[in-house]
């Protein structure tokens, strides 16, 4: 994440339409978000330091093996440019780190289900992700519950996750009092020092509804990425 500068990236492709704070579906207007959630600042000779603690150094790991993955994304339909975020993502890891990283576009649908049949081991995938104001349910979901296919971890019950996540997240979920807001900001730190994903930026996306509905009339849900409520909508005429 260091190594990628993420702020010119964004000013690049998005301009004013994107934010570099926040981290996955955490937004500033989000129960629990704290700055410490926002992307951490470029930082490439720090990001080779931190490499280099782990054994890898010039994309090389101690045993000699070249660190070599891929990115998986999509053309999304509601965020524009996800490959050529993922290009300009894989271009700083292998200029600047000597990483071997391919961006793979793929269809939508099908990426999601290679993805939720966990068959992208040791590699990145770069998504969209709905944000929301609590998001007990998609905590919840992502490192509680072995049942669902797009959860985080393997087994939230296995170590290392157990004591690494799944009791703080159990703990913060369990609280429903007036500390709930202070517990889930100390949560989504903790989630985002795991370091399992990372954000460049949040978004909000544009919408218009055009002179053929009547002003006033269309009431769509609020935080989600695609067409809802259309019987809300009155014809003008």
């Known amino acids: 994440e260091m190594a990628v500068n993420k702020r010119q990236i964004v000013e690049e492709l998005y301009g004013r339409g994107a934010t ?18 926002d992307p951490l600042p470029y930082d490439l000779e720090g ?10 150094v010039d994309g090389k790991m101690a045993n000699g093996e070249q660190v070599s993955f891929k990115i998986n994304t999509w053309d999304a339909g509601d965020t524009p440019l996800l490959p050529e975020l993922s290009q300009l993502m894989a271009d700083a890891w292998n200029n600047d ?8 576009v793929g269809d939508a649908s099908a990426v999601r289900q290679k993805w939720n049949n966990r068959q992208f ?6 998504r969209t992700n709905e944000a929301r104001f609590d998001g007990t349910s998609i905590t919840s979901g992502g490192y509680n519950n072995k049942d669902i296919a797009w959860r985080s971890v393997r087994d939230p019950d296995e ?3 157990l004591t690494n996540t799944t009791i703080p997240v159990r703990k913060a979920l369990n609280d429903l009092s ?13 989630l985002k020092e795991d ?3 990372w954000s460049a930026f949040y978004t909000n996306l544009p919408w218009g ?13 609020t935080l989600v990425p695609y067409v809802t409520a259309i019987w809300t909508a009155v014809p003008a005429n």
Do not use: C, H
């Not at 007036?178 to 903790?190: G, M």
């Open 159 to 161: 170590e290392p996750w």
């Open 47 to 56: 990001a080779k330091a931190l490499l280099a603690k782990s054994g890898i």
């Open 97 to 104: 780190l000597g990483f071997d990283v391919e961006v793979v």
């Open 209 to 221: 509804v055009g002179k053929d509905i009547k002003p006033g009339t269309y009431k769509p849900w």
């Open 20 to 37: 570099v704070k926040g981290w996955s579906y955490v937004t500033p207007d989000s129960m629990g978000y704290s700055s410490a959630l």
């Open 178 to 190: 007036s500390t709930r807001n202070a517990s889930f900001v100390e949560l989504y730190k903790l």
């Open 121 to 126: 081991p040791a590699d990145v995938l770069v």
């Open 195 to 197: 370091a399992q994903q």
